[in-house]
């Protein structure tokens, strides 16, 4: 499987950037595909997450309301809208699948997820 991030760039706090994650090499209907990123210095923190199957969404607390996850099926590709971007936001975003354990999703557990993509940067100036 490769994922390949891509959209990461500079923006202005209060601006808006759209990242993609394009997926190969396998269907995905039994994952699900998040986002997380990673400040210098900090731990990888979770963003959001998409179930495959039925589009069942989950968001980490700081991006609620702000960042929206969406995905096209037919491409196999997930898309990141952020709007109201804030100077911590910036870091670098990773995509990575994820599938069920025992029954259960864990979707901010960054352990849990099998594949990643190669990371985008994403700068906010104040």
């Known amino acids: 499987v490769q994922l390949q991030a891509s959209g990461g760039g500079l923006a202005q706090a209060g601006g808006s950037l759209k990242l993609s994650c394009v997926a190969s090499?396998?269907?995905?209907?039994?994952?699900?595909m998040g986002w997380f990123r990673q400040a210098p210095g900090k731990e990888r923190e979770f963003v959001t997450a998409i179930r495959w199957n039925d589009g069942s969404t989950n968001y980490g607390d700081s991006v609620k309301g702000r960042f929206s996850i969406s995905r096209d099926n037919a491409k196999n590709t997930v898309w990141l809208q952020m709007n109201s971007l804030k100077p911590e936001d910036t870091a670098v975003y990773y995509c990575g699948l994820a599938r069920r354990y025992s029954g259960m999703w864990y979707y901010s557990d960054y352990s849990r997820y099998d594949y990643w993509g190669q990371g985008t940067l994403v700068t906010v100036s104040s």
């Open positions: 090499g396998r269907t995905l209907n039994n994952y699900a």
